[in-house]
């Protein structure tokens, strides 16, 4: 992490002192006197707002979808005004470095207009799953599932390649926080919303690579968030949709879940911890009541004895506690607006992400409201002012490095950006990566003079991998695509019974809305939903009914592997790639480094030396 100078400290402290002597005007008396920031000060430093949409005309609340990709007037004042601490940004805020890179320095010109402190830019740049950048300009790689298939070949390389090239991306933008790496252990197949955003199901190997990741990124000066305390991996519901509960002993905790925390809290010093929301009886059981006058265990945001008695005593945490957004149904569905942030803070939260909606003129007197609120909780001793103080002090040290970063600079950013040595290491991950679960000595595919049918999720990936069949194997037949998206069921028979062999990939499980982006897309998530069934209801038909013609089949995972279970009995052979992203370039062609390594592979012209960080519920002999 970079390290501010003497000189530097010295002019940062002497701005504070400045301003902390400027009375009444802007201070209360007691706070001159003390040269301590008035409470409302300290608390707008506690927020992290999401600027996704912002409509300038009325809109019902929640309807907005217009994306904000420059700051309205009306929003800089109430970042100056209200001295807030930070923002989330999303894809919908980025289209290209020069926008990006004026956004975020008209977010900072905000901040500087209140004081010394820059605001903290936030982005959940996971790489593979979750990347909010536009993944045609910027590196976004196969994900951390990925990177643990490589870890019995390549140990942590790809872990710290991934960590130093994100950063980098990120900083030349102007974006100082990344809420990355996720270091749950994924040890349930059914888990809706982590899976392969997860290292894997061995919490030491999690621990090795999310320690080397979260290094990587805040040598180069990025502030790193782990997620999500205390665990999210044995969950098979989505935190956006319900509230899940981890009924695991203490010490299952402690050998499973906590491991990557603790160890990478020792080896790495995250600059914060995200905080996850779900319950936790082992290590919490005391209840609340909701909103609607039911009583329930206290989820982790919102538990003092999670966030306080484990991560701070026990775990011996010093750095900055984020709660996930307040705004998903495992928070929103129970508490009104200030009693998560006020219930979060007294546990011990220092940062509250996503606490109020900001989307158009009519809603932003929301965030007074919420301050006037927490104001009011201090001052009754709800919220104690002793631990604002010493949590708003956190905030300062946490920033102090971001004061000596470069100004983001967009030519900069655009010789940084998917740089060809970028995209050079995120084909060597996908290449790495690829992992062969059975049928390996029946490969490589001869496509020569035969009729290849490609099952896949729709046209785009179907096309990128036979693009990069061709491209490797110029003698090959004829290659014809089945989209599951636009499907004739009785035509894509035909083609299957009239193949020679059939290579069909699926993703599951569907897109879940922390990789979609957030509770905004409830309604879209919910259409998705259907369509996902169908289709996977007619992917396995179709698998049946090759595998009855007898038909040579290759089955391959483009996400999670443990559907693998259920599709291998129908094929000779099943890989992985535990990604399965394309984007087209400048000149209008569809690339992928996973289709990219898969074809070579499948051709034989590279071999597979991934490894399945997971266990299969029934594992296929090779």
């Not at 900083?171 to 955003?197: C, K």
């Not at 609607?292 to 900055?320: C, D, F, H, W």
């Not at 104690?384 to 905030?395: F, H, N, V, W």
């Not at 897109?511 to 309604?523: H, K, R, T, Y």
Request: hydrophobic share 45%; glycine share 6%; proline share 6%.
């Amino acid at each position: 992490m970079a390290v501010v100078s003497k000189a530097g400290l010295g002019k940062w402290l002497g701005s504070v002192m400045m301003i902390c002597s400027l009375g009444a005007s802007s201070l209360t008396e007691a706070a001159a006197k003390q040269k301590t920031p008035p409470v409302r000060q300290m608390l707008g430093q506690k927020l992290m707002l999401d600027l996704r949409y912002y409509c300038e005309q009325p809109v019902a609340p929640g309807a907005c979808r217009t994306p904000l990709t420059q700051l309205p007037p009306a929003l800089a004042e109430l970042i100056t005004q209200h001295h807030i601490g930070g923002v989330i940004l999303f894809a919908e805020n980025l289209q290209d470095p020069e926008q990006i890179v004026k956004l975020n320095l008209e977010l900072q010109q905000a901040a500087a207009k209140a004081g010394v402190l820059p605001l903290f830019i936030g982005i959940d740049q996971e790489g593979g799953r979750v990347a909010r950048l536009p993944r045609q300009q910027s590196t976004s790689f196969s994900g951390n599932m990925a990177i643990g298939a490589t870890f019995a070949q390549h140990g942590n390389r790809f872990a710290t390649e991934v960590g130093q090239i994100l950063a980098t991306e990120l900083l030349s933008l102007g974006i100082n926080v990344n809420f990355a790496p996720t270091v749950d252990v994924n040890v349930n197949p059914q888990n809706p919303v982590i899976n392969v955003r997860s290292f894997g199901e061995e919490p030491h190997k999690v621990a090795v690579l999310g320690s080397a990741m979260t290094k990587a990124m805040q040598q180069k000066g990025l502030l790193v968030s782990l997620k999500h305390f205390p665990g999210h991996g044995d969950t098979h519901v989505d935190s956006h949709l319900g509230l899940p509960r981890v009924d695991h002993s203490k010490e299952q905790i402690a050998r499973v879940d906590l491991l990557p925390f603790a160890q990478i809290i020792k080896e790495a010093a995250p600059a914060m911890i995200m905080t996850a929301h779900i319950q936790f009886p082992a290590l919490d059981s005391s209840t609340f009541s909701s909103k609607n006058g039911e009583q329930m265990v206290k989820p982790a945001t919102l538990s003092r004895s999670i966030l306080t008695g484990v991560l701070r005593e026990q775990l011996n945490y010093q750095g900055l506690i984020v709660t996930d957004a307040l705004d998903m149904a495992g928070i929103s569905h129970f508490f009104t607006v200030p009693q998560a942030v006020i219930e979060t803070f007294a546990a011990g939260a220092d940062i509250a992400l996503m606490p109020v909606k900001l989307q158009s003129p009519a809603e932003l007197a929301n965030l007074a409201a919420l301050l006037d609120e927490l104001e009011a909780a201090v001052q009754s001793g709800k919220l104690s002012q002793r631990e604002l103080y010493a949590s708003y002090q956190r905030i300062v040290a946490a920033k102090q490095p971001l004061q000596s970063q470069a100004r983001p600079d967009a030519r900069l950013a655009r010789t940084v950006l998917a740089n060809p040595l970028h995209r050079a290491s995120e084909l060597a991950l996908a290449r790495a990566a690829v992992t062969v679960v059975k049928g390996e000595s029946s490969l490589p595919l001869n496509l020569t003079n035969k009729t290849t049918v490609l099952l896949m999720p729709d046209l785009s990936k179907g096309t990128l991998l036979k693009n990069y069949l061709k491209q490797l194997a110029p003698n090959a037949g004829n290659i014809e695509l089945i989209s599951l998206q636009r499907l004739n069921l009785d035509q894509a028979k035909q083609q299957i019974a009239a193949a020679d062999q059939v290579i069909a990939g699926f993703i599951s499980p569907m897109q879940s809305l922390a990789e979609i982006g957030g509770m905004d897309d409830l309604s879209g998530i919910r259409n998705l939903g259907e369509a996902y069934q169908q289709q996977q209801q007619y992917f396995l038909q179709l698998l049946q009914y090759g595998a009855a013609l007898k038909k040579p089949q290759t089955f391959v995972s483009l996400r999670s592997p443990y559907e693998i279970s259920l599709y291998a009995p129908y094929a000779e052979r099943t890989l992985a790639t535990y990604a399965y992203h394309g984007w087209q370039d400048e000149k209008g062609n569809w690339v992928s480094p996973v289709y990219q390594a898969l074809a070579e592979v499948l051709l034989g012209q590279s071999k597979a030396t991934g490894r399945l960080p997971v266990t299969l519920v029934t594992q296929p002999e090779n």
